[in-house]
């Protein structure tokens, strides 16, 4: 086991699905068939035992790279690799959901649905066995040990979205992808549930690549964050350089949007627009009607990654000096 | 309330039995008195309907037990009417309360069967299609709609017809009713398809469903273990009321004479042959059968109407 290679390495991945009519329609109707490209060339990588962050906007094409990676879909283009998992096998993935509510089947008991993984991987021999797991688990997630009897419906969000850790935490897997793990909760408990995260990192060496809209709740968790805008990433950062040194103005629009306690009145800029239609991104940088500082390069040309210090940005701005005309949020 | 709470105060687990009794199904039935009312008919019909040996003073199959002296006797209050036919007879002398016991047990069990055999291909049909979508579900469900296109007495009439024509004299009597069974499942199990269809294809796309998907659980575990508990409350409801439906299509079947023979005469075959004298005065033949089946339907519809209602979450 190598520490220097990453768990993870995603090489321009792209996923592309088909939104077509039904095929009678197409016929009938001279429609073509239609391709959205939700991830668009997305390169990455994941130390082992860190925790890289997406961010973005809804539609943006986050979730589907947590789903690329652990492979409930496929690529279009591009390879996704990963390290030596412990002891030579490869490394096991596991997914935390964002919807407490419909990540754990209504009909199945607790106990049997930490228990599922188990089973199926057959890394526990005997009932017995399995419930003594299945109790350990609960107890490392801050359950009780008789809630492996209970039903899903008896449990608040929060307890739910402990039971999908526990579950997750089943099959002994090394690298976690957290799809909004706490965006379905009050705030109180999804600090709770970010601190049980963040010590279940230390003390069973967990990688997590962590999707999510929420900036606060990104800066707490993560080592190296990606901004993501319409299938891209625009911006790469470790993540106080983001927060202190955003590059993108999409990254300053998403950090001025961050409420601030203690300047509740600031002038903010103000942002129109909405992402445009991925069935049909504008040319050029995709960023470009709702950015301030376009010009006829940004409609024209596709900015490519560079770096700024430790940061990638893929803006034409930041490359020519333009960006400084924008005052830095926060 | 304190004796519903015994049961889940003495154990942390309660049990099946303890769990039904202390949840909302139980409690909507107990207060919808329609629901009560059919239950306890529908509970006598088929208890008459099983016991029909013990109950019956008479064995309709047993030609030997039938006196032609006793042929048309009126029903027991009637002027002429005798013991032990309390409905009286019909023209061969069988006593229409036995028939009627029997007959019922033939309808019951050709309606059970069939909502067996219509299920277990439907549910089978819907969750191929929902689960795996694109041509497997084009294939299912437009072989489904074709057979939807044609009316169900056509269908059936085809089926039982070429049946009886293809098996042979010795198999016809005992193959008839496996027939029926066959000819109404053939048209009814598309319901089913599509009621499992619909809900498979909302259910396989829930975070559940993915999360048991990426421990490598495959996907005839995924689909019967997972999805399919998740589907059947509109299938109970609908099988309740196919139940009704397919009494009724083997009772029009063996009207027309399609059906069960006059030799084991299931209710429709009953109100046929009695047909055939209510001009003639015994009227007594045809009014009981269509009685019996018009309870019998009644209150499955009634229990089948209560079930939709109290599964559905909008109604509560």
């Known amino acids: 086991m190598d520490a220097a290679t990453p768990i993870l390495s995603v090489e321009n991945v792209s996923k592309e699905f088909d939104v077509s009519a039904p095929w009678l329609n197409r016929v009938l109707e001279g429609k073509p068939k239609m391709f959205v490209r939700a991830v668009d060339e997305v390169s ?47 490394v096991r993935v596991q997914m935390i959901f964002q919807d407490p509510h419909s990540s754990l089947n209504p009909r199945w008991r607790v106990g049997n649905i930490i228990a599922e993984p188990i089973r199926e991987m057959k890394l526990r021999t005997g009932e017995a066995q399995i419930r003594a797991r299945v109790e350990e688990l609960l107890a490392t997630v801050g359950l009780a040990a008789d809630d492996a009897d209970k039903f899903p419906h008896e449990f608040s969000g929060g307890q739910r979205q402990r039971v999908s850790i526990a579950r997750a935490l089943a099959s002994e897997p090394e690298l976690l992808v957290c799809d909004e793990p706490t965006s379905a909760l009050d705030v109180s408990v999804q600090a709770q549930i970010l601190n049980l995260m963040r010590r279940l990192q230390d003390e069973l060496g967990l990688t997590y690549l962590f999707i999510s809209h929420n900036l606060s709740v990104v800066r707490h968790m993560s080592d190296t964050i990606a901004v993501m805008y319409l299938g891209r ?52 940088c995709t960023f470009n009607p709702r950015c301030p500082l376009a010009n006829d390069r940004c409609r024209r040309d596709l900015p490519n990654l560079f770096a700024v210090g430790e940061t990638s940005v893929r803006c034409h701005a930041v490359e020519e000096g333009r960006a400084q005309e924008m005052p830095s949020a926060g | ?130 689960f795996y979508g694109g041509w497997v579900d084009n294939v299912l469900m437009r072989v489904g709609d074709v057979l939807l296109s044609i009316p169900i007495i056509l269908v059936a009439i085809l089926v039982s017809s070429v049946a009886q024509a293809l098996l042979p004299p010795e198999l016809r009597e005992a193959g008839i009713s496996i027939v029926l069974v066959l000819a109404i499942a053939m048209y009814s199990w598309v319901q089913y398809a599509r009621v499992v269809r619909a809900q498979t294809m909302v259910e396989r796309r829930k975070e559940y469903v993915q999360a048991s998907r990426l421990v490598g659980t495959p996907a005839r575990r995924l689909m019967l273990k997972h999805i399919l508990p998740n589907t059947l409350t509109p299938v109970f409801v609908t099988a309740t009321l196919n139940f009704g439906l397919a009494i009724l299509i083997e009772a029009t079947l063996s009207f027309l004479g399609v059906g069960m023979p006059p030799d084991q005469p299931s209710l429709g075959t009953l109100i046929r042959v009695g047909n055939q004298y209510l001009f003639s005065g015994s009227w007594w033949i045809v009014l009981f059968p269509s009685i019996q089946l018009c309870i019998l339907v009644v209150s499955v519809n009634m229990l089948g109407d209560w079930l939709r209602d109290a599964l559905n979450p909008k109604l509560r």
Not at chain 2, 7 to 21: D, E, H, T, Y
Not at chain 2, 77 to 104: A, C, H, K, N
């Open chain 1, 233 to 284: 990433i625009v911006e790469m950062a470790p993540a106080e350089t983001l927060f202190n040194a955003p590059q993108h103005p999409y990254s300053r629009l998403l950090l001025g949007t961050i409420p601030d306690i203690h300047a509740p009145k600031r002038e903010r800029e103000l942002q129109s627009g909405e992402p445009p239609s991925p069935l049909n991104p504008p040319a050029g």
């Open chain 1, 44 to 90: 990455f990588s994941v130390p082992r035992g860190s925790c890289f962050s997406i961010v973005g906007e809804s539609g943006c094409g986050k979730s589907t790279v947590a789903r690329l990676v652990t492979g409930l879909y496929s690529c279009s283009a591009g390879d996704i690799h990963f390290g030596e998992g412990q002891g030579g096998r490869p």
């Open chain 2, 1 to 130: 309330m304190t004796e519903l709470q015994v049961p889940s105060a003495a154990k942390s687990q309660p049990g099946r039995i303890a769990r039904f009794l202390d949840s909302d199904l139980w409690w909507s039935f107990k207060s919808s008195k329609s629901a009560v009312g059919a239950a306890i008919t529908l509970g006598l019909v088929i208890a008459a309907a099983l016991l029909a040996p013990v109950l019956s003073p008479q064995n309709p199959y047993d030609l030997a037990s039938l006196e032609l002296w006793n042929a048309e006797l009126p029903p027991i209050w009637m002027e002429g009417g005798q013991m032990p036919f309390l409905l009286g007879t019909d023209v061969q002398g069988r006593d229409i309360l036995s028939g009627i016991l029997y007959g019922t047990r033939i309808s019951i069990f050709i309606g059970l069967a069939s909502v067996v055999v219509s299920l277990a291909i439907g549910i089978v049909a819907g969750l191929m299609a929902g």
